[in-house]
Nanobody, 121 residues
Framework: VQLQASGGGLVQAGGSLRLSCAAS????????IGWFRQAPGKEREFVSR????????AYADFVKGRFAISRDNAKNTVYLQMNSLKPEDTAAYYC???????????????WGKGTLVTVSS
């Protein structure tokens, strides 16, 4: 499966963005989709994931209550709604696909190119 993340940009603190992860291929609904981020000089970190049907979701503690992940399997797309953005959310955001419902980046075999989110104070 090939993935393409989009929707990043520059936003003021407190603002919102919605990221999209579009996938190619007819087996999209066979995969768990995760979002990860990497800020300059920092390691990549897990943000959120969603199960194949969308019935289960998980979030990193630092985004709980602010971010929401969803998916539309008919459109082969996963979304990450990001609200109440903070400067510390500034990072490149990546979507990835896995056969396993886990937050460990090592189990995600397919990665899209990142989309940059910049939150100004």
């Amino acid at each position: 499966v090939q993935l393409q993340a989009s929707g990043g940009g520059l936003v003021q603190a407190g603002g919102s963005l919605r990221l999209s992860c579009a996938a190619s291929g007819r087996t999209f609904n066979n995969y768990v989709i995760g979002w990860f981020r990497q800020a300059p000089g920092k390691e990549r970190e897990f943000v959120s994931r969603i199960s194949r049907t969308g019935s289960s979701t998980a979030y990193a503690d630092f985004v709980k209550g602010r971010f929401a992940i969803s998916r539309d399997n008919a459109k082969n797309t996963v979304y990450l709604q990001m609200n109440s953005l903070k400067p510390e959310d500034t990072a490149a955001y990546y979507c990835a696909a896995s056969q396993l419902y886990q937050g460990d980046a090592a189990v995600y075999w397919y990665w899209g190119k990142g989309t940059l989110v910049t939150v100004s104070s």
